[in-house]
């Protein structure tokens, strides 16, 4: 409840899981038939990247910062949404700009400050729902989407001790109900213990076709900082694997320090 993302919009971080969800989202639409989407730790929707926290912080300069001007190919759509939203834009509202006519969003926030902001954004959009509700409660309640085609976007703050196993629980919770969907769940890389153990704990779940895409830009060691982060996929779609790569790599290009032990990887932690 007292996570603001607003401190911590266009870092690294969010450049890596928003570049993967405009892949994922455009992805889903190679079909005709519309998709739903469902935001679970939805935020504010966008920030003012001069001003507030933002600007306090200053994390985006070492992130969108850097990829406005003449953007890599494999980061031009992104970079170009940014563009032509304004403010540097939240999940919400990079998934709003990306929906076609007959395609659905629903966006959960808890924090009251973020859902009321959230709210007045989409107040007039017949397109879009925002609950003010718990995310791993609507995973059990949300979906299936009456769609029967979509994509969970999870983004928690990471910031209680348990973060991780809920995430687990969270996934296994939503795949139960929604098989067939497609699910994206960002997670920090501080140090490698935490997502060794989560990894192992989806692998005892049952949940089928889990990869995991990673960008880390120093050697995890160091358990106050954030040093690399990744985006866990369930039924990742067609090419993901493939596609994601040169996302990442450019991202490294462009973000990166040259400190040991950047990278990036593509992990498949559950066969299909």
């Not at 996570?3 to 450049?15: K, L, P, Q, T, V």
């Not at 629903?106 to 709210?119: I, K, N, Q, T």
């Not at 409660?137 to 990471?158: C, K, M, N, T, W």
């Amino acid at each position: 409840m007292n996570y603001r993302h607003a401190f911590h919009a266009g870092a690294f971080s969010d450049c890596m899981k928003h570049a993967l969800l405009v892949w994922l989202l455009r992805a889903l639409q190679r079909k005709p038939t519309p998709i739903s989407v469902l935001d679970t730790h939805a935020g504010a929707g966008s920030y003012d990247l001069s001003a507030g926290p933002a600007e306090r912080t200053g994390e985006w300069r070492g992130g969108i910062g850097r990829l406005l001007d003449d953007p890599p190919e494999p980061l031009a759509e992104y970079v170009g949404l940014v563009r032509q939203l304004g403010l540097y834009p939240g999940s919400p509202a990079l998934i709003r700009a990306a929906l076609r006519p007959d395609d659905r969003l629903v966006c959960c926030e808890l924090h009251p400050e973020e859902h009321a902001a959230l709210s007045r954004r989409f107040a007039r959009d017949a397109a879009v729902a925002v609950h003010h509700r718990d995310a791993w409660e609507a995973l059990g309640a949300l979906l299936p989407p009456q769609s029967r085609r979509g994509l969970v976007l999870i983004d928690p703050p990471y910031e209680a001790p348990d973060a991780f196993d809920r995430l687990a629980k969270g996934l296994t919770t939503g795949w139960a109900r929604f098989r067939t969907g497609v699910f994206a769940a960002w997670y920090p890389i501080k140090h490698r213990a935490p997502v060794r153990a989560l990894f192992a704990a989806l692998q005892q779940t049952g949940i089928s076709d889990i990869v995991a895409a990673e960008l880390v830009l120093r050697e995890p060691l160091d358990p106050a900082r954030l040093n690399g982060c990744g985006m866990l996929v369930i039924n990742p779609p067609y090419r993901f694997e493939t596609d994601a790569m040169p996302i990442l790599a450019a991202l490294l290009d462009r973000l990166g320090a040259r400190e040991p032990g950047e990278g990036v990887e593509m992990i498949r932690l559950v066969d299909e």
